[in-house]
């Protein structure tokens, strides 16, 4: 079923074969979720024009030599989830205007002896890989200079030959799955010089004292580096700390539903012999340490922490933080610790008296806080701060006066089943949001206030401008 700009439907026909008298109208061509099983050499002889062809989730597992020679003008071709035990260069010789290329899903184990790519010159995004995939040779990414993305599924990657990524310039994001941690720094070192952002997914991470530059002299690209469902060991994060501070590009680091096996007992005189850390940013989500109560308190790291410059911690259980390691992120704007177990019996001593100097974003949205005239005192600590969230936490209560920062100007208070608006709302705020509360008026007069949240609260009357 082909509409007026020249788009043909055909995915989820139960079809066999590519139907026949595709001409060189259509623009793009949908065959996904069939049972094709061979692509033959006449199938897309006419469709000249195609810019679009989805074949993912298909039974495909031959290809003759020339099915794609016509496809000049092809941007797009999806083969992923099929059947295709090998890759032949053949197939993409004549696709001088194919920008992404998703290959991932099938069953080959490599990617033959040389590139299948040399030709793509204009190739963009590329994703490639399988459980079966497990060897990588040099010589098979020639050809493609420039990516914007590479994604590799390489869960079960045995073998990785030295070099064989070097030979790509310039890439912005690349995604790998990598469970062999042998191979893990040879790829790294390949790619400092030509990743701005890589991700790194089911990591255990290796403890070997190798170096990731080796006196290279190249300039570093990468900026960015993520970790996801990666198993960390008190052991393996003391060594990787030491070894991405010789990366003096990087810049950003996150860690995303990894796990700790350990207690925070790190190699902190190593770490502190090393060179500075070049870090600014740093992001942990759904963090996950076993016995996460007794996490030691990291002394010895304040020395490594006096250059960042943002910090989130989500979702990890967070409850508290020591005032003297709280002392040392001198340089900290930006403190995210939304959805964790923070509580005011401990914000004393996370937010103590000359903590987090610099200090001007601060999130404590979804914790434990029940007292707001507390929670306003111990964040009076922080002179710098403007901008402050403590959304969905359970207060109740609003106090009749409070004293914040003076130079506070954004405050989220919604969902914290506060009953009315008193003179704890400071007059300095622009931007206040207290939906979802059980508001029934609102009273206050706020000089400075350029934006107002109500939505979802029990108000009678709108307040006046």
């Not at 539903?257 to 770490?271: D, F, P, R, V, Y």
Request: hydrophobic residues 40%; proline residues 3%.
């Amino acid at each position: 079923s082909c509409d007026a700009s020249h788009l043909c439907n055909c995915s989820s026909m139960g079809l066999e074969f590519i139907p026949p008298g595709l001409t060189a109208k259509i623009t793009v061509l949908n065959l996904a979720h069939n049972r094709i099983k061979h692509i033959q050499s006449q199938d897309l002889q006419q469709a000249v024009n195609l810019k679009t062809l989805l074949l993912q989730s298909n039974e495909i597992s031959s290809i003759d030599e020339d099915s794609f020679q016509s496809l000049e003008k092809l941007e797009l071709l999806d083969l992923s989830n099929n059947s295709l035990a090998h890759l032949s260069p053949v197939w993409f010789g004549h696709l001088f205007s194919l920008q992404h290329l998703h290959l991932q899903g099938n069953s080959y184990r490599d990617l033959g002896q040389s590139s299948p790519f040399s030709r793509l010159r204009n190739l963009s995004s590329l994703h490639l890989g399988n459980p079966q995939f497990s060897v990588i040779r040099q010589g098979n990414f020639e050809g493609i200079e420039f990516l914007h993305k590479l994604w590799i599924d390489g869960s079960n990657l045995s073998q990785y030959e030295q070099g064989s990524l070097k030979s790509i310039k310039e890439i912005n994001h690349m995604i790998i799955n990598l469970r062999n941690s042998n191979i893990f720094s040879e790829i790294i070192r390949d790619l400092v010089h030509s990743v701005t952002w890589l991700e790194v997914a089911e990591i255990k991470l290796p403890v070997e004292k190798k170096s990731l530059v080796q006196n290279s002299t190249r300039p570093f690209r990468i900026q960015k580096l993520t970790f996801k469902e990666a198993l960390f060991t008190d052991q393996s994060i003391s060594q990787t700390i030491v070894s991405l501070k010789e990366v003096t590009s990087l810049k950003e680091l996150q860690a995303i539903n990894c796990a700790l096996e350990g207690k925070g007992i790190w190699n902190t005189k190593e770490i502190a012999r090393s060179r500075q850390s070049f870090v600014e940013t740093i992001t942990i989500i759904k963090a996950v340490i076993q016995n996460f109560h007794l996490f030691f308190d990291l002394e010895g790291m304040e020395s490594q922490i006096n250059k960042l410059k943002r910090l989130t911690i989500a979702s990890s259980n967070v409850f508290m933080v020591p005032c003297n390691l709280a002392r040392n992120f001198s340089s900290l704007l930006y403190l995210d610790f939304h959805d964790n177990l923070l509580a005011n019996n401990r914000l004393n001593e996370t937010i103590c008296e000359r903590s987090w100097p610099s200090l001007q974003t601060l999130n404590l949205s979804q914790n434990s806080l029940k007292s707001l005239e507390l929670t306003a005192e111990y964040i009076l600590r922080l002179p710098k701060l403007n901008n402050l969230d403590i959304s969905q936490n359970n207060f109740v209560e609003i106090p009749d006066e409070c004293k914040w920062p003076k130079h506070l100007k954004y405050l989220n208070l919604s969902s914290t089943q506060i009953p009315k608006v008193t003179a704890c709302i400071p007059e300095s705020l622009e931007v206040l949001d207290v939906s979802g509360n059980n508001l029934k008026e609102f009273g206050r007069r706020l000089p400075s206030l350029k934006e107002l949240y109500l939505t979802r609260n029990q108000l009678k009357t709108l307040p006046g401008a």
